[in-house]
C-alpha cells in the first residue's frame, strides 16, 4: 500500500514539475505553433493524398476552374456549377485564393491552403484557452488535441476545397480580439470551485431567472482595444464575411453577444455590418449573379420560393414543419457528433455558443444532400463556438490555484478519451480507413494520370468525376453523368459540345461493370465520330475526330 501511495505521489510531483517548465510565457509561443504545425503536416498529406488518388470530384475541380478563369482574366462563370462560382455563396475570397494558387498547380495549392488554415485554428484556441479561461498548460493541451482530431476537422479537410474553412481560424481570432482589454476589478479570475462537473451549472445559469447575472456571470470592467488589436479584429471579421455570405448572420448574432456582455459600441458595429453584409448580397448581389434567382430559396422550396421573405413568412407560419427538420435523425445526429467528443461541455457554458445557433438553425432546416462530406462546410459556424464554449466550460468546472484553473484530472481524461474515441468511429482519417496507405500504389490510379495527360490544354472535354480536378483548369470541362441505368444514353448526352471524353467505369454505378453496355457506350460514340484513343483498366478516353 505504502509502495503505490509513494508511486503515486512521485507521479504527481513529476507531473507537477513539468507543467511548471511548461507553464511560461515562452513554453505559450511555442506550443501553439509547433501543435499547428504538426496538424498541417497531417491534414496536407491526407488531403494531397485523396487527390493523388482520384478521390476528389466535382467540388475540387469547379474551384479549380473557377480558380483558374479569374488568373485568365475571365469571369468565374464555371461550366461545372453552370452559373457564377459567386452566384452560390459570395465567396468572394476566391480571387485573393486564386492569386496565390496561380503560383502553383491550382488544386494543390488550394488543398494545402485550406489545411493550413485549418491548422492554424489552434492557435487562438490556445491563446483563448490560456489568457482568457486561464487553464492550465496540460488542460490546455487536451483541449487543442481534441481540436486537432476533431471528425468535423478532418472530414472538412477531405471534403474538396470550401473558402468558408478559413472562417474558421478568422472567427476564433475574432473572439479572441473581441475580448482583448477586459480585466477583472481585484482579481484576474473567476473565484469558482465547481468539481465535480455536475455541479458547474450554477443557479444563475438557468435562463431568465436573473437574465443579466446569466449573460454576464462575472462583473467586468472593459478598457478600449488597442488600435492595431481592433485593426486585427476587423480584419479577421472581413475574412469570414468574404469567405461566405450567409456567415453575416452569425457576424450579427455575435455582435449582439457582445453588446450584452459589455462593448455596446463594438457589438453595435459588429451586429450592423454583418447584417448589412448579409442583406446586400442575399437582395442585391446574389440575384445580379444568378440572372435575378434568390439563391437561397432552393433549399427551403418547402416553406416559399418566391424571395427570402416569402421562406422567412412560411417559416413563422409553419412552426411544426421547421422543427420537423430541424430535429431530424440525420440533424440530431450531427449535433451530437459535435458535442460528444467534448463530453458534452460546451453546454456547461452555453452561452457561448448562442452567436451561432441562429444560422445553424438554418443550416439544419436546408435541403441539401445530406452526407459527411456535404455536410463538412456547415459545420463551420458552430464549430469555433463549440470548442471557445469547451474552453469556458473547462474554466467553470475547475478550481483557481493562485493564477491558472486546475481541472480535475478525471474530466481531462473524459475529454481526451471521447475525442479520440470519437475521431476513431467518425473521422474520415480514421485508422480503420489507414490513411497511412493513402494512396496506395495501383496501376489503377497510374493509368488515370496517363489518361488525364492524353487531353491537351484547352481542350473542351467530359469526364467522369474522378478526373475533373486534373482537367479543370480550361474553359469547358463538364462532369459525365453515369448514374443512368442506360449506357446508350449516357453517350448520347456525353457527345454534346466536347471534343474529349473519359469514362471512369467504376464511378458507373449501374452499368459501368458490364462489359456489354461498356462496349454499347464505346459504340455510339463511334458512331458519331469519336475514336478510342486509351483503353485500359476501368479507363476510357475518346475523341472526336470527324
Keep these: 500500500m505504502n509502495s503505490s501511495n509513494n508511486w503515486r505521489s512521485w507521479l504527481e510531483r513529476q507531473q507537477l514539475r513539468v507543467q511548471a517548465r511548461l507553464d511560461t510565457k515562452s513554453a505559450d509561443r511555442v506550443i501553439p505553433w509547433l501543435m499547428a504545425a504538426i496538424l498541417f503536416a497531417a491534414l496536407e498529406w491526407v488531403a494531397l493524398a485523396r487527390f493523388w488518388g482520384f478521390d476528389h470530384g466535382v467540388n475540387l475541380a469547379s474551384v479549380v476552374q473557377s480558380s483558374w478563369l479569374i488568373n485568365e482574366g475571365y469571369i468565374p462563370e464555371s461550366t461545372l456549377l453552370g452559373e457564377n462560382y459567386l452566384a452560390a455563396q459570395a465567396s468572394f475570397i476566391i480571387y485573393p485564393l486564386a492569386l496565390v494558387a496561380n503560383i502553383f498547380s491550382t488544386a494543390q495549392a488550394l488543398l494545402t491552403m485550406q489545411a493550413l488554415a485549418l491548422s492554424l485554428g489552434l492557435v487562438p484556441l ?23 482530431i476533431s471528425a468535423a476537422v478532418h472530414n472538412l479537410n477531405l471534403a474538396g476545397f470550401h473558402p468558408e474553412s478559413l472562417a474558421l481560424p478568422a472567427l476564433l481570432a475574432m473572439v479572441l480580439h473581441t475580448r482583448l482589454g477586459r480585466r477583472h476589478p ?73 453588446m450584452v456582455e459589455g462593448r455596446r459600441q463594438l457589438g453595435w458595429w459588429l451586429a450592423s455590418v454583418g447584417m448589412a453584409w448579409l442583406l446586400l448580397v442575399v437582395w442585391v448581389i446574389q440575384p445580379a449573379l444568378a440572372d435575378g434567382q434568390y439563391v437561397y430559396t432552393q433549399f427551403f422550396s418547402e416553406y416559399g420560393t418566391d424571395n427570402p421573405l416569402s421562406v422567412f413568412w412560411g417559416m413563422l407560419t409553419n412552426p411544426a414543419d421547421l422543427l420537423r427538420d430541424i430535429w431530424s435523425q440525420s440533424n440530431f445526429t450531427a449535433v451530437v457528433m459535435l458535442l460528444a467528443p467534448l463530453v458534452f461541455l460546451p453546454l456547461v457554458a452555453y452561452r457561448y455558443l448562442l452567436p451561432a445557433v441562429p444560422l445553424y438553425v438554418l443550416y439544419l432546416a436546408a435541403d441539401v444532400p445530406s452526407d459527411e462530406f456535404n455536410e463538412a462546410a456547415q459545420n463551420i459556424p458552430v464549430l469555433a463556438f463549440v470548442f471557445v464554449a469547451a474552453a469556458f466550460a473547462l474554466k467553470r468546472s475547475g478550481q483557481v490555484l493562485v493564477e491558472r484553473v486546475r481541472v ?73 453523368d453515369t448514374t443512368g441505368e442506360q449506357a446508350r444514353e449516357a453517350a448520347e448526352e456525353a457527345m454534346i459540345g466536347v471534343d474529349w471524353i473519359l469514362l471512369d467505369t467504376e464511378q458507373a454505378p449501374v452499368w459501368g461493370d458490364q462489359l456489354l453496355e461498356v462496349q454499347r457506350f464505346a459504340t455510339v460514340l463511334r458512331q458519331s465520330g469519336y475514336e478510342l484513343k486509351f483503353n485500359q483498366a476501368d479507363t476510357l478516353v475518346f475523341q472526336y475526330t470527324s
Aim: proline fraction near 6%; charge should be neutral; aromatic fraction near 12%.
Design 408 to 480: 480535475n484530472r478525471q474530466v481531462i481524461f473524459a475529454l481526451a478519451l471521447a475525442a479520440a474515441v470519437f475521431y476513431i468511429n467518425d473521422a474520415a482519417t480514421s485508422p480503420y480507413n489507414s490513411p497511412w496507405r493513402w494512396p496506395e500504389p495501383q496501376t489503377q490510379e497510374e493509368v488515370r494520370l496517363a489518361a488525364a495527360e492524353l487531353v491537351p490544354d484547352g481542350a473542351v472535354v467530359r469526364a467522369s468525376p474522378s478526373f475533373l480536378p486534373r482537367l479543370a483548369e480550361r474553359v469547358g470541362v463538364f462532369e459525365l
Design 186 to 258: 481585484g482579481s484576474q479570475l473567476e473565484s469558482v470551485n465547481l468539481s465535480p462537473i455536475s455541479t458547474a451549472i450554477s443557479a444563475s445559469e438557468v435562463p431568465f431567472a436573473n437574465w443579466r447575472r446569466w449573460w454576464a456571470v462575472t462583473p467586468l470592467e472593459q478598457s478600449k482595444l488597442k488600435k492595431s488589436d481592433l485593426i486585427w479584429l476587423w480584419f479577421f471579421v472581413v475574412v469570414v464575411l468574404l469567405s461566405r455570405a450567409d456567415l453575416g448572420l452569425l457576424i450579427a448574432a455575435y455582435g449582439i453577444f457582445v
Design 126 to 148: 490556445w491563446k483563448i484557452a490560456r489568457n482568457e479561461t486561464s487553464l492550465g498548460v496540460g488542460t490546455s493541451i487536451v483541449l487543442a488535441f481534441a481540436y486537432s
